[in-house]
């Protein structure tokens, strides 16, 4: 007896290759997991190509209580839709048993955090490396000025690199950044920021006046000879891991995104207010912001496990 539900994924996945060039290692993934899902729906006495949307509700469900991520069950279904939107188009469903199915919903990942000492580790290795002499002082100070002003403003990488000069004549605690959707808004300076930030402004400044040709003036506060006329933020993220590496610091867990949820996280834990974290995120959604609030609460949950003598008892007893 032919399978007719073999006949239909076998005339699916031929329509994949000819009509819509899916890729070899597509078409092997489509296979594997609309076996899968044929496999389940035999044990439960229903052929596929007669499947209702709660037999496919049933096999996403089977799914999460075998243990498999949300991104999983997504890639499932999503095999299931392609499927079932074929056989209709075939005129061989008059339905299509997907379309009142929801996605598995993905839990948001949380954003790596760097304790406070690895961050004095990171910004003691970058000021150490300032204030030596030889080589070239003027990236070294950089370097210093880049990460003093990121960690102590929260700023997206691309705020910080693309400053402009004109905040080196500026005076006060606060520079005004703007960000996405062209928005401004104010974010504080540390006194050791602005001590490297000065630093660095006077160096390039000595080094611009000491050449027989100096350069001619640029509007950003990091300058480079790129297209964008400042420094490229790969060119900082890569710069970041190596100072990282002389720090001690494993460098799998830094770049410069890092330093922002470290500023974020840092004063949340704190007692910072979440509004004002938020303003000074420049989050246009609050939502946004209290991921944060999920890493402090993930940290004292370890914290109590790793810590509390009654969770160390249980964790004998286990």
Do not use: C
């Not at 229903?46 to 999983?72: I, M, N, W």
């Not at 996405?180 to 006077?202: D, F």
């Not at 590496?245 to 840092?266: E, K, M, N, T, Y």
């Amino acid at each position: 007896m032919i399978d007719l539900s073999a006949a239909h994924m076998e005339s699916f996945l031929e329509m994949m290759s000819a009509e819509r060039g899916a890729a070899n290692n597509t078409l092997i993934s489509y296979e594997r997991d609309l076996e899968d899902a044929y496999s389940f729906l035999k044990q439960r006495g229903v052929k596929p190509t007669e499947a209702a949307s709660e037999d496919l509700r049933a096999y996403l469900s089977h799914l999460a209580q075998q243990g498999f991520k949300a991104s999983s069950q997504a890639r499932r279904l999503s095999a299931l839709r392609q499927f079932y939107k074929f056989l209709y188009a075939e005129g061989l469903r008059t339905d299509d048993p997907t379309g009142v199915l929801d996605a598995p919903k993905k839990g948001r990942s949380l954003p790596k955090v760097l304790s406070i000492d690895d961050v004095s580790k990171l910004i003691g290795q970058a000021e150490q490396e300032a204030a030596q002499g030889g080589g070239d002082p003027v990236a070294r100070l950089r370097m210093h000025a880049l990460i003093e002003l990121l960690y102590a403003t929260g700023m997206r990488v691309s705020e910080l690199v693309s400053l402009p000069a004109s905040v080196l004549a500026q005076n006060g605690r606060f520079l005004v950044v703007r960000g996405k959707g062209n928005k401004e808004r104010m974010v504080p300076l540390s006194h050791s920021a602005i001590r490297a930030m000065q630093a660095y402004g006077a160096a390039m400044a000595s080094d611009n006046a000491a050449q027989k040709t100096p350069p001619p003036e640029s509007p950003w506060l990091f300058p480079s000879s790129g297209k964008a006329g400042y420094l490229p933020r790969q060119v900082f993220a890569r710069d970041l891991k190596d100072l990282a590496a002389r720090a001690g610091i494993r460098v799998a867990a830094i770049s410069p995104h890092v330093l922002r949820h470290a500023f974020a996280s840092h004063l949340l834990a704190n007692g910072a207010d979440l509004r004002a974290v938020q303003e000074l995120l420049g989050h246009s959604d609050i939502s946004t912001t209290q991921i944060y609030t999920h890493v402090l609460e993930e940290r004292l949950h370890q914290l109590v496990q790793n810590h509390h003598p009654l969770a160390k008892q249980a964790k004998k007893q286990d």
